[in-house]
């Protein structure tokens, strides 16, 4: 049954509803995926996810907020939900950026959000632990970003189906995803690049969601009928020794590879692949270039 936003706790988060509801069925694709985000994972390593989303956030952020400064509809959006909020730094970090607006988080893992609650108890942000899919108010938001979520959605259908009821008919969706093809380090970090290779193998031969994003058509296949995709941009963070913030970047490396460990997708030789990452941090002349990709939604009828 669906869970009313209005009955929660945060009840006020109904302070940005808007009425035209606009309902949408899909009929459910279940592809095999791969993911480590079932809520038990996240759950049980909520710490290496926490780390590893604050320094996503504490890197990449300047240059995402660029694109969104400049999207259209951006400077007009009053309420803006983060679906896979997290542990709540990015929204945090949008909130403060662009305080005008008002900020709802929803995610699935309870740690998450409890950390969320606890590190950003302030009045513009409500956080959920909720899956979108059992909300029922409509039309309530003018703007979703999914940050580092639709590569792991399990049933992006049904997910984008419910999406489009949460939000306003003439608002949009913001998909960032890592384009980790489009990435490049300087000296080039081989070990690291043969795992990403690697990992990316298994997710297409598994026809995950992962594997879907990397396309124009995977794209439309994950998000049905209900939206068009807008606009394709590319968001490049890149960090070079002079002046890095050589902790973050390796919080970030080091992030990634404790998920692809604990995922236990891949057997490697996890310890000479830290190995060249700190030796990697240590040399000289390093450079690192992190790509991301920017979608933006907008309803298809609109
Ligand atoms: C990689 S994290 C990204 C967190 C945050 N967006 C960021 O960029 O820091 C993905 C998050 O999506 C959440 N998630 C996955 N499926 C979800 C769903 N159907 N509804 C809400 N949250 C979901 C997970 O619990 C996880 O916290």
């Given at each position: 049954m669906a869970t009313s936003i209005a009955s929660s706790p945060d009840a006020h988060a109904l302070s940005v509803v808007k009425s035209g509801a606009d309902i949408h069925d899909h009929s459910s694709l279940v592809p095999q995926t791969i993911s480590v985000m079932s809520n038990s994972f996240v759950d049980h390593r909520s710490t290496i996810w926490n780390d590893l989303l604050s320094s996503q956030v504490a890197l990449f952020a300047e240059a995402e907020f660029q694109h969104l400064e400049n999207l259209p509809g951006w400077k007009e959006a009053h309420s803006v939900a983060d679906i896979g909020c997290g542990n709540g730094d990015y929204i945090a970090h949008v909130a403060n950026t662009f305080p005008e607006k008002s900020y709802v988080g929803f995610d699935t893992s309870d740690k998450l959000v409890s950390i969320a609650r606890q590190k950003f108890d302030q009045d513009d942000i409500i956080f959920h632990c909720m899956d979108i899919q059992d909300a029922s108010p409509h039309s309530l938001f003018d703007c979703a970003i999914l940050r580092f979520v639709v590569q792991h959605l399990q049933n992006p259908l049904d997910f984008f189906g419910s999406l489009r009821k949460l939000i306003h008919p003439n608002g949009f969706v913001v998909i960032i995803e890592p384009n980790l093809e489009a990435s490049s380090s300087t000296p080039e970090l081989?070990?690291?690049?043969?795992?990403?290779?690697?990992?990316?193998?298994?997710?297409?031969?598994?026809?995950?969601?992962?594997?879907?994003?990397?396309?124009?058509?995977?794209?439309?296949?994950?998000?049905?009928?209900?939206?068009?995709?807008?606009?394709?941009?590319?968001?490049?963070?890149?960090?070079?020794?002079?002046?890095?913030?050589?902790?973050?970047?390796?919080?970030?490396?080091?992030?990634w590879v404790n998920i692809i460990e604990a995922s236990q997708y891949l057997a490697w030789d996890y310890s000479s692949l830290r190995m060249e990452i700190e030796d990697w941090l240590n040399s000289s002349g390093q450079q690192i270039d992190i790509a991301l990709n920017a979608t933006t939604l907008r309803a298809a009828n609109h």
């Open positions: 081989k070990n690291f690049n043969a795992l990403i290779k690697a990992y990316e193998a298994l997710a297409k031969n598994l026809g995950s969601t992962r594997a879907k994003l990397k396309d124009h058509n995977g794209l439309h296949q994950l998000i049905g009928n209900s939206w068009q995709i807008s606009n394709v941009e590319q968001i490049h963070s890149t960090h070079c020794r002079e002046g890095w913030n050589k902790t973050g970047v390796a919080q970030i490396l080091n992030g």
